[in-house]
């Protein structure tokens, strides 16, 4: 919805991975490519993972919908590994250097993987700003997309937030997200109807002494209410709805607003001209709260043996 928008000209989407957060971008393409055309320009993390990208997913797109796939221009010439050319724009695809991503009037961009990009181009600055730079032309119609899922340390450990949705002192795309409005995924409790924001903090499983094997007790895990403690499973079954069904009645509620029970909101929101997003792995589409659980187990059981902290 925010990506067509006249009233920001950036969208920050911070995702764990496996969340479905690239695939958002086949959907920009196809709206594009139908509705509202203009030029695109992707940036991948490296010329060797955009061509893989390009053959690949992007590929796949082009072969099985007809609503993106069709509009291409026929001939071999306007399918190129990295410059794809419809009937009525084209879609880049680059990687980060100042070479690739200068020179070009765009109205679209968008950085996949962002923090897997070096913070500095070719010493002209962030990706990020890089990219942005491209669309000014366009106004109130132009439109900068990046996601990724973080991957910088925090630099302040003592750190304390100032605002409920703000993000920890780092660099790559949570310094993004902290520069917008700074949305949070929001679930109604199926008990009680608190709203509440999923977090791994809220997840139970038995104890060790109760229950030696790892993968037994993670298949035990629940997700619990901050509110009335209701233990929600991850799988839907009777009386419960699942992740699934957590998400369905899902909301995004920015900074400064609160969501209450009759799923209304009140609050100022923190205002912005990026429109920045923040979901948490436990809310992840394709990652199960087992695998999260036994990842977590068995990293503290290698801490406790070792010291080790890589995993």
């Not at 410059?83 to 961009?109: A, Q």
Request: proline content about 5%; hydrophobic content about 30%; glycine content about 8%.
């Amino acid at each position: 919805d925010e990506m067509e928008s006249l009233y920001f000209n950036t969208v920050c989407f911070a995702g764990p991975a496996r969340c479905g957060k690239s695939d958002i971008f086949f959907n920009w393409l196809a709206y594009a490519v139908n509705s509202d055309p203009g030029d695109l320009m992707l940036v991948h993390m490296t010329q060797n993972t955009a061509r893989d990208w390009s053959q690949g997913d992007l590929r796949k797109a082009l072969r099985h919908s007809t609503s993106i796939g069709g509009k291409v221009l026929p001939g071999k010439q306007n399918l190129n590994t990295h410059d794809i050319r419809f009937t009525n724009m084209r879609l880049l695809i680059k990687w980060p250097t100042i070479t690739e991503v200068s020179g070009k009037t765009l109205r679209r961009t968008w950085i996949m993987d962002h923090d897997r990009i070096p913070l500095d181009i070719d010493g002209e600055g962030t990706i990020f700003d890089l990219t942005r730079k491209r669309t000014q032309t366009y106004g109130r119609h132009a439109m900068n997309v990046v996601e990724s899922s973080p991957g910088f340390e925090v630099t302040n450990h003592r750190w304390m937030p100032t605002t409920k949705h703000e993000a920890p002192p780092t660099e790559g795309i949570l310094a993004i997200y902290n520069r917008g409005d700074r949305r949070r995924w929001y679930w109604f409790c199926h008990d009680c109807s608190e709203p509440f924001e999923g977090d791994f903090k809220h997840l139970s499983w038995p104890e060790k002494e109760k229950v030696p094997d790892i993968v037994e007790r993670a298949e035990m895990a629940t997700l619990d209410c901050p509110h009335c403690g209701y233990s929600h499973t991850h799988d839907s079954g009777p009386g419960q709805p699942g992740k699934y069904g957590l998400n369905q009645r899902g909301r995004w509620i920015k900074d400064g607003q609160t969501l209450h029970a009759d799923g209304t909101v009140t609050g100022d929101p923190y205002r912005s001209d990026i429109a920045s997003f923040w979901l948490k792995g436990v809310a992840a589409a394709f990652v199960s709260w087992k695998e999260l659980v036994v990842k977590y187990l068995t990293a503290m059981e290698e801490y406790e043996r070792t010291g080790a902290t890589g995993s």
